[in-house]
């Protein structure tokens, strides 16, 4: 079982940068895809960036050419650089974990989730 916790979210200007962290606790956490997905108000889930167990990357439309996904398995940590924000970034961000290494998109591959946390862009 891996549990996450996601940091990092703020307030930031639009063009403006941030970086998330996603710690994760437990066992075998390199045999697990990592993804980034985020929520905003009154829409659904939408996937951004995912690394597989093997290093494998797949990154939305939405996400191409701003956002970069990386993962540290000695540090069980994964991480969203997100630069060039934009208002319509605005949303809570989450990390999920797929242990059959491999997630996707597909947010029901996903089977632990961090609490999310909040990224607001203004205008």
């Given at each position: 079982?891996?549990?996450?916790?996601?940091?990092?979210?703020?307030?930031?200007?639009?063009?403006?940068?941030?970086?998330?962290?996603?710690?994760?606790?437990?066992?075998?956490?390199?045999?697990?895809?990592?993804?980034?997905?985020?929520?905003?108000?009154?829409?659904?889930?939408e996937f951004l960036a995912t690394m597989s167990s093997n290093g494998g990357i797949i990154v939305s439309d939405a996400a191409k050419g701003r956002f970069t996904i990386l993962r540290d398995n000695a540090e069980n940590a994964a991480y969203l650089e997100m630069n060039g924000l934009k208002p319509e970034d605005t949303a809570v961000y989450f990390c999920a974990a797929a242990s059959q290494g491999f997630g996707g998109s597909v947010k029901s591959r996903y089977d632990y989730w961090g609490q999310g946390t909040q990224v607001t862009v203004s205008s």
């Open positions: 079982q891996v549990q996450l916790e996601e940091s990092g979210g703020g307030l930031v200007q639009a063009g403006g940068s941030l970086s998330l962290s996603c710690a994760a606790s437990g066992r075998a956490f390199s045999t697990y895809a990592v993804g980034w997905f985020r929520q905003a108000t009154g829409k659904e889930r």
